[in-house]
């Protein structure tokens, strides 16, 4: 696993949590570590996605890096080892899935969610149009995936009451 150690979390109120104890990922050529009481909402999906997309889930770990590091980006969180541009934030986001055994789907999902955040955030959009002939078409494809699954789920349920 990436993590030598942590995040350890308590629930603080309202969506959001707490580390408790310093958190450290370990990866090949990164480490960074989390100081003790950093808060965190876990992933920040719209409560619109959350039957696909819950905030917890086997990324949450990878979530609470990826706040922590945004918020050094902000400079509201004094984090030496962080990686140095939004672009790195979030490749890393999703490498740390990867490593956390995040299925394909759900991590590219992830991975275009947080990008598409980052154009709406001043701080994090810079280098944004390099990543946007990946974004892009990945955007369209989970959206037809994700269209798709849903004329299914309506198709069965509209079968079950004409045979009812």
């Known amino acids: 696993m990436p993590f030598a150690h942590g ?5 603080v109120g309202r969506g959001r949590y707490r580390t408790v104890g310093s958190t450290e ?7 960074i570590t989390i100081p003790d009481g950093f808060d965190t909402d876990l992933a ?3 409560r619109l996605f959350w039957m696909l997309l819950p905030p917890q889930g ?7 890096l ?28 999703r490498r740390v899935m990867r490593e956390s055994g995040v299925g394909f789907f759900t ?10 955040g980052a154009l709406a955030n001043p701080v994090r959009r810079p280098g944004w ?18 269209l798709t699954a849903i004329g299914g ?7 079950l009451f004409v045979l009812l």
């Open 129 to 146: 149009w390099r990543d946007a002939p990946v974004v892009m078409p990945a955007t369209a494809l989970l959206l037809a995936v994700v």
């Open 66 to 93: 990826h706040d922590a590091l945004c918020e050094a980006l902000a400079g509201r969180q004094a984090m030496p080892d962080s990686p140095v541009s939004a672009r790195d934030v979030d490749g890393l986001f």
């Open 107 to 116: 991590r590219w999902a992830m991975f275009v969610g947080v990008r598409w």
């Open 58 to 64: 086997a990324y949450e770990k990878a979530a609470v």
């Open 44 to 46: 920040s999906v719209p």
């Open 25 to 31: 990922y370990v990866g090949a050529t990164d480490r």
């Open 7 to 11: 995040p350890v979390l308590t629930y």
């Open 153 to 159: 789920v309506h198709a069965v349920i509209s079968q």
